[in-house]
């Protein structure tokens, strides 16, 4: 990895919401890591602390190995060859793919310890997101169209991302 530059970090983060009267709709929003219903975004940060990328809101039954292909085409190939993605074990499938990826392992306590210490920023900006009450509480618009919660979550996501 030498001359490796890493540029980003990625992650994911959930937030709950009710669950739906609607039997087709019901199961997708159910996320079985949080035993809860929800909805999940994905961020894509610099180390800088800026966010360079969200992607769109999806259900609570995606989760971040899910949905990271589904983006990729978005800001990847921005990316210069040289930079790579710090994230955590739940993206390992994707370093045999040729992407840019590298994940904190298990055999290296030193490399582990540097790689959290990079990766801290997509979390920091997660925890100053959610300084905002309506990222932190349960989202209250009832489950009746996927699409148009979806985008609602989506919009507050992205004002707040805005600030900061």
């Known amino acids: 990895m030498l001359g490796t ?9 959930e937030q709950k919401t009710r669950s739906s009267e609607n039997p087709l709709v019901e199961p997708r929003f159910y996320s079985a890591k949080k035993k809860q219903h929800s909805i999940n975004i994905l961020a894509v940060v610099a180390l800088d602390g800026h966010v360079l990328y969200l992607s769109p809101s999806f ?44 994940t904190p392992g298990t055999e290296n306590k030193h490399y582990r310890k540097l790689h959290s210490s990079l990766r801290v920023i997509v979390g920091n900006f997660f925890a100053r997101a959610k300084t905002w009450r309506t990222l932190t509480n349960e989202l209250r618009v009832p489950i009746t169209e996927e699409t148009h919660l979806l985008n609602i979550h989506n919009k507050m996501w992205t004002v707040v991302a805005a600030f900061n």
């Not at 530059?5 to 994911?12: M, Q």
């Not at 989760?63 to 390992?92: C, M, R, T």
């Open 5 to 13: 530059i890493f540029s980003v970090a990625v992650d994911g983060t």
């Open 59 to 102: 259900s609570g039954g995606s989760n971040d190995s899910q949905i990271f292909p589904k983006v990729l085409h978005h800001w990847y190939p921005k990316l210069e060859p040289f930079e790579w993605i710090l994230a955590d074990n739940g993206f390992n499938g994707f370093v045999d793919q040729g992407i840019r990826l590298t």
